[in-house]
């Protein structure tokens, strides 16, 4: 299930960060992930995807690359991955394991957290203390 995804990472062009759930949501596995990998290597984030809220993390796409190839179990049951371009328009997209599709979503914008949790889908950075949801439009306003 992975070949798909990690033949269209390779070939995405673009500097992209990825965000991602593990399969096992305890704290215990999303920790030791970020100490076997390097701590420097990850951003932890909540997220809600589907209505489902879910502990997740942000990295670079080599190092999520890297994670597929050495480590696929971790994620083997999840659907997507969220693609995000490391641009100030944030341009995002979900891929999907089964065959590498990419469905754009639009960019990233800064919402309050009201508006964030009545989304199906959306990401909170705590280190930022900042709420992420995708839509259509410029958000360059939004993240000054």
Same mark, same amino acid.
């Given at each position: ?20 759930? $593990?399969? #096992?949501?305890? *704290? &215990? ?5 970020? %100490? +076997? ?5 990850? @951003? ?23 994670? $597929?190839? #050495?480590?696929? *179990? &971790? ?5 997507? %991955? +969220? ?5 100030? @328009? ?37 280190? +930022? ?5 995708? @839509? ?9």
């Amino acid at each position: 299930m992975t070949k798909a995804i990690i033949e269209a990472l390779e070939n995405t062009k673009e500097n992209v960060s990825i965000v991602f759930a $593990l399969d #096992n949501q305890n *704290e &215990l596995h999303r920790t030791a992930l970020m %100490i +076997l990998m390097g701590p420097n290597r990850f @951003k932890r984030v909540t997220g809600c995807y589907k209505g489902i809220k879910e502990k997740a993390l942000v990295c670079s796409k080599g190092t999520f690359l890297e994670l $597929l190839r #050495n480590s696929p *179990e &971790l994620i083997e049951n999840q659907e997507s %991955i +969220l693609v995000t371009t490391r641009c100030n @328009k944030l341009y995002t997209s979900l891929m999907f394991f089964q065959d590498g599709y990419r469905l754009e979503l639009g960019s990233l914008h800064t919402v309050p957290k009201e508006e964030a949790l009545s989304f199906e889908a959306w990401s909170h950075r705590p280190d +930022l203390d900042k709420y992420f949801v995708a @839509k259509m439009g410029n958000p360059d306003r939004e993240l000054r």
